[in-house]
C-alpha cells in the first residue's frame, strides 16, 4: 500500500486580492478536501494555524494520487513524499540487517 505525505502551501500569486473573492476561492477549494475525505481520497488534512500552509495523507497509487492533485493546481503548492508505516520501517532495517550477515 503506498502511502503519501503531501505538504501544500497556497501559492500567492494565484490568489485574488479581495477578501470576498479569497473566501469564495477558499471555501471552494475545502469543499473539494471534504469531498477527497469523505471518499477515502485523502485520509487525513490539517491546516497549520498561521493560514499559510498545511498538510495531507494520501494511500492512494502515483496515478491516482497526480490525478488528485490537478485539482488545486495552481492555488495549490504540493511537496509530496511516499512515507513507511512503523512495521515498514522494522522490517527494512531486519532485511538490510540479514543482508549484511555474512
Known amino acids: 500500500m503506498t502511502r503519501s505525505y503531501m505538504k501544500f502551501k497556497k501559492n500567492p500569486l494565484t490568489m485574488p486580492t479581495a477578501p470576498e ?3 469564495k476561492l477558499w471555501m471552494t477549494l475545502l469543499g473539494n478536501v471534504k469531498k477527497d ?3 477515502g481520497a485523502l485520509t487525513d488534512w490539517g491546516d497549520c494555524v498561521d493560514i499559510g500552509e498545511g498538510y495531507c495523507i494520501s494511500e492512494l497509487d ?3 494520487l497526480h490525478t488528485l492533485v490537478l485539482k488545486y ?3 495549490i503548492i504540493f511537496d509530496i513524499k511516499p512515507v513507511l508505516t512503523v512495521d515498514q520501517v522494522m522490517e527494512s532495517i531486519q ?3 540479514r543482508a549484511q550477515s555474512p
Do not use: M, T
Open 62 to 64: 502515483e496515478q491516482d
Open 37 to 39: 475525505l469523505a471518499s
Open 21 to 23: 473573492e479569497q473566501a
Open 95 to 97: 532485511r538490510a540487517g
Open 73 to 75: 493546481v495552481p492555488f
